[in-house]
């Protein structure tokens, strides 16, 4: 006897989630292009290659936020007969890409460094300050906007280091400049790109260890998995949990299958449905796990440790 019974509010907020990401998406895809026309602009004027390459920089970002902003729209597309889940993994994907992305770009930001600081290049600093100024002040608009939801949103959360990203390489071009001016020492920008570069490369790292681990449908990490069993174990008419498991679609939509072995007692459906109802309202509550599916029993099926023997397997 399995039952699906469940509440299907958070369907409704998923959606509300998933268009706040979507239009946050499109803020930060448009600002994003008025930035690379302002280092643009900057490079041509001061001949500057550090800009040349926040250009290519600011336009990789770019295609990556146009590329979220579509998947985010594809994200509140209904499910349909082929497709049960929804579109939820098309973000995770372009957050994957995206991050990928980024970290290729920390790589060529580091050789790029390198090389100038082999030879150094004659520019106007004073451009090199103040574009890149303009750029840092547009940037920081647009992670104040996108900051709140990068909690619950792999393709914010990646955005949002793409925005960080810039905004160092901004900050160090801004100093090489200034000191530029002041000294002449024209090896300044790229050495301190050198130390800055690197950093973008841990964000990286840090969204795509989360997407692998959504995609190998491991436990999120937010979740304890010893505290949920915990918690369906307290449920009143519940005599053991077995063969559960707790994944994700994506980072707000959080799914929970598992068998739950009942009282002898609870042999009315209306009973049982109780006990489901029980447990799923604690573990939306308290671990926020959205689609819940309990398959109760009054016998223990076939086990090795926690987990049911399944066939073909």
Known sequence: ????????????????????????????????????????????MS??????????????????????????????????????????????LAALLNSLLLLILS???IYESYLRLMHPERINSGIMIIFPFISLIINSVIGIKIHKGI?????????????????????????????????GIYYIDPAIGLIISPLIAIGAFSVINETINILLEGVPKEIDFSLVKDEILKTPGVKNVHDLHIWSMSKSFKLLSAHILVEETAVKSADIC????????????????????????????????????HKNL
Not at 5 to 27: M, R
Not at 68 to 81: E, F, H, L, T
């Open 1 to 44: 006897m399995e039952n699906h019974t469940h509440s299907h509010d958070h369907s409704l907020n998923l959606n509300g989630e998933s268009f706040k990401t979507e239009k946050s998406l499109k803020f930060a895809f448009l600002f994003t292009l008025v930035i690379l026309i302002v280092e643009l602009s900057g490079a041509v």
């Open 47 to 92: 001949k500057s290659m550090a800009l040349y390459s926040e250009s290519g920089h600011v336009l990789v970002d770019a295609s990556s936020l146009l590329l979220a902003w579509v998947a985010q729209i594809q994200v509140r597309k209904s499910p349909s007969i082929r497709k049960t889940y929804g579109y939820h993994r098309i973000g995770i």
């Open 107 to 109: 790589l060529i930001l």
């Open 151 to 183: 909690g619950h949103n792999l393709n914010l959360k990646s955005s949002f280091f793409h925005i960080v990203g810039d905004s160092l390489v901004s900050i160090s071009i801004i100093a090489g400049g200034a000191i530029i001016y002041f000294t």
């Open 274 to 309: 109780c006990i489901i109802n029980n447990i799923q309202d604690r573990l939306s509550e308290k671990f926020k796990i959205n689609h819940v599916v309990i398959q109760p029993e009054l016998a223990a099926c076939n086990m090795t440790d926690s987990f049911c023997v």
